[in-house]
C-alpha cells in the first residue's frame, strides 16, 4: 500500500462528494430530466406501481456519471486493475438497466447477465468471499467455492437493493447509509480508493433524493441506477468480508458478517420473505413483481412515502448500531440476536402502525 498524504487525501474526499457527486449530478439531473419529459422517457403508472403520473426513471445515469468522473480524474489511490474492473462491470450494468427502463428485458435475460457480470468481476479482481467464519465449522473455503458463493452473494445484494426500489425516498436513503459506513470501514483499512468511490455515490445520492422526493419535479433512478448502486454495495460489502478474513487485527474482523447483514437486513429480509410468499403461497415464478414487499404495507397504512422511507432507514439504522455495540464470543450468537432483533422491530412497528388510528 503506498503512503499517502492525509490533508491531501481528504480535500480529494471533499471533491468527489461535492464535485463529482453532489454538484456533477445536480446539474446532470436537470437536464436529463428535461430531456426525459421532452422525449417522453418516462414511466407509466402500472398496476403495481405506486404512483399514479408519468414520472422520468432515468436518474441512475447520473450515479453512474459521478463514479465515472471520480475514477477518470482521482485515479491515483485506486488499484487500476480493481477499478477498471469496476467501471466496466457498472457500466454494462447501466447500459442494461437503461434497455430495461426504455424498452423492456425479461427477467431470466437480466439474471443471467448479472451472473455473468458478477463472475467476470470476482475472476478478474480476486474480490471474494475466502472463507465463512467458522459458520457450520467452515472456515476456508476452496477456490470453486469462493468463487461460486461470492456470485451468489453479489448477485442477491444486487437484486435484494432493485427490490426496494419501490416508493420515493427509500433506495437512495438506504444506499446513504449503507455506502457511508462502509466507505468509513474502508477507510478505516487504508482501503482509500473504495472511500473516494463511496464519497461520489452518496453525493449524486443526496443530490438525486431531491427530485425523487419531490411532488412537481420527481424523478426516478430506475434500473439504470439501482443496478449500479446495488452491485457497488455489494462489492464493498465483499471486499470487507474479505479483508476482515485476513486481518485478525482489525477493529471489527471478528463481527465483519454480523456488520454486513445488519448493513443489508431490510433488502436481504425482504427479499427472503417476497421470494417465500412468491413460490410457497403464490405458486409463481420468485422474479414475478408483485406489492407484497414490506414497504408496500406500510405504505398502505402510513400513506406517505416520506414517512415509510424514514420509518424503514430508521430501523435498520437501529439494527445498524446494535451491530456495533453488542459484543459476544461467538459471532454466531451475534448474527443470531440481530437477526431476531431486526424481525421483531419491524414485526412491532408494522402492527403498532396497523393498529394505530387513522
Known amino acids: ?169 427509500l433506495a437512495a436513503g438506504f444506499g446513504i447509509v449503507s455506502i457511508s459506513i462502509f466507505s468509513i470501514l474502508h477507510y478505516l483499512d487504508n482501503q482509500y480508493g473504495f472511500a473516494l468511490i463511496g464519497a461520489s455515490f452518496i453525493g449524486s445520492l443526496v443530490a438525486f433524493s431531491r427530485l425523487n422526493l419531490s411532488e412537481k419535479r420527481k424523478m426516478f433512478m430506475g434500473d439504470t441506477g439501482s443496478m449500479v448502486i446495488g452491485f457497488s454495495i455489494a462489492v464493498f460489502a465483499i471486499n470487507f468480508l474479505k479483508i476482515s478474513s485476513v486481518n485478525n487485527d482489525g477493529l471489527f474482523s471478528e463481527s465483519a458478517p454480523v456488520i454486513v447483514l445488519s448493513l443489508l437486513f431490510f433488502p436481504l429480509m425482504d427479499t427472503l420473505r417476497v421470494v417465500v410468499l412468491r413460490v410457497f403461497k403464490y405458486k409463481t415464478s420468485p422474479f414475478k413483481a408483485d406489492k407484497n414487499h414490506v414497504h408496500h404495507y406500510f405504505l398502505k397504512y402510513l400513506r406517505s412515502h416520506v414517512k415509510v422511507s424514514l420509518l424503514i432507514i430508521g430501523i435498520n439504522i437501529l439494527i445498524i448500531f446494535s451491530a456495533f455495540i453488542f459484543k459476544f464470543d461467538f459471532w454466531e450468537y451475534h448474527l443470531l440476536l440481530i437477526s431476531l432483533l431486526g424481525i421483531l422491530l419491524y414485526f412491532i412497528t408494522f402492527q403498532i402502525i396497523k393498529r394505530s388510528p387513522k
Open 1 to 169: 500500500m503506498f503512503s499517502i498524504n492525509i490533508s491531501e487525501f481528504y480535500l480529494e474526499l471533499f471533491i468527489s462528494f461535492a464535485c463529482f457527486g453532489f454538484i456533477s449530478s445536480y446539474l446532470a439531473l436537470e437536464t436529463i430530466y428535461t430531456l426525459s419529459k421532452h422525449k417522453n422517457l418516462v414511466a407509466k403508472p402500472e398496476v403495481r406501481s405506486s404512483h399514479s403520473i408519468v414520472t422520468p426513471t432515468l436518474g441512475g445515469i447520473a450515479i453512474y456519471m459521478s463514479e465515472l468522473m471520480t475514477i477518470m480524474l482521482i485515479g491515483v489511490y485506486f488499484d487500476a486493475k480493481t477499478m477498471l474492473m469496476f467501471l466496466s462491470s457498472t457500466t454494462v450494468l447501466m447500459f442494461l438497466g437503461l434497455k430495461d427502463d426504455l424498452l423492456f428485458l425479461s427477467q431470466r435475460k437480466k439474471f443471467i447477465i448479472q451472473v455473468c457480470v458478477g463472475l467476470f468481476f470476482i475472476l478478474t479482481t480476486d474480490i471474494r468471499i475466502t472463507h465463512l467464519f467458522g459458520l457450520f465449522d467452515i472456515q476456508l473455503l476452496s477456490y470453486e467455492h469462493s468463487i461460486a458463493f461470492s456470485t451468489f452473494v453479489l448477485v442477491l445484494i444486487l437484486n435484494a437493493y432493485n427490490i426496494i426500489d419501490g416508493i420515493d425516498g
